[in-house]
């Protein structure tokens, strides 16, 4: 397992975290100022500064990008799956330009959710029938990019409105299903978060290897959570071993950035530069 603790050369930052405290050129530029030299940004932080300007700062400030946020919401109404397929060939392309090194999938919950104004349905085998269908035909658009697609699943309470893939098991099953002869084109985006409690991660993240370990998203489990979507601990705040969660994805050579991601009212309400020093201490220290 790789040591952490003198430096934060492996640490991304996922941009949602300190997303309230600027945009994405001033969260570029802070990057830059605690030498944080990767990133993971959202598409709708890209579309607020323009597409070729988000691409050249990037690019002007050496940054990786350990994936973009996100593609999928595949689960929708008929009137509204040629939106579905169109929206995801958009994020292949931005994600292209700003050459991140996968989309971050979050595939949909019921399609009323999803894609707001779809009919109402409580079919959720239906709803993951289309997740598969739509992976697919976004895959081989992606395929044509070389844009790996990283399947994240999603706590069981996101269910309903963001992900009906919620555990890793469901993940990979899909991913085996696309893709048998695992060619690295698609694979799972594991987030401490929505995976910690899982009796079966250990088999699970054995199972996928390296081939099918895309991401690696940190954060912590608050005890209470207040707000199950903006309610996310800082690392070493709450209950997830998050230490022995990055282990056993190194055991099976996973070797790539640990991204922080912190949706939390909390950390959106603090200063910039003091959310970023936090990160950088607790990634060296809990991660
Ligand atoms: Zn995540």
């Not at 199950?228 to 990055?246: A, E, P």
């Amino acid at each position: 397992m790789r040591d952490f603790s003198n430096d934060h050369r492996w640490l991304s930052l996922n941009t949602a975290t300190v997303r309230k405290q600027g945009d994405l050129i001033d969260i570029i530029d802070a990057c830059a100022r605690h030498g944080i030299r990767a990133i993971d940004p959202w598409r709708d932080q890209v579309a607020h500064v323009g597409l070729d300007r988000a691409v050249r700062a990037v690019k002007d400030a050496g940054l990786d990008l350990s994936g973009y946020c996100r593609g999928g919401m595949f689960t929708a109404d008929g009137a509204h799956r040629s939106e579905v397929r169109d929206d995801n060939r958009r994020a292949v392309d931005e994600a292209a330009a700003l050459g991140a090194a996968c989309i971050v999938l979050v595939v949909g919950g019921l399609p009323q959710y999803s894609r707001p104004g779809s009919a109402v349905s409580k079919d959720i085998a239906a709803a993951r029938n289309q997740v598969h269908d739509g992976i697919a035909e976004m895959l081989d658009y992606a395929k044509q990019a070389k844009l790996p697609l990283a399947i994240e699943p999603l706590h069981p309470a996101y269910a309903a409105d963001r992900a009906c893939v919620n555990t890793t098991r469901q993940a990979l099953d899909i991913c085996d299903a696309l893709d048998p002869g695992r060619s690295c084109a698609i694979g799972v985006a594991l987030d401490v978060y929505h995976i910690w409690w899982d009796p079966e991660l250990t088999g699970q993240i054995v199972r996928a290897g390296k081939d099918r370990l895309l991401a690696f998203h940190v954060c912590d489990w608050l005890v209470p959570t207040k707000d199950i979507l903006n309610d996310r601990g800082m690392m070493g705040d709450g209950v997830i071993d998050i230490k022995s969660v990055r282990a056993m994805v190194e055991a099976q050579g996973f070797a790539g950035y640990s991204e922080i991601e912190i949706f939390s009212n909390d950390w959106w309400g603090r200063p910039l530069d003091e959310v970023l020093r936090t990160c950088i201490e607790r990634h060296r220290t809990v991660v």
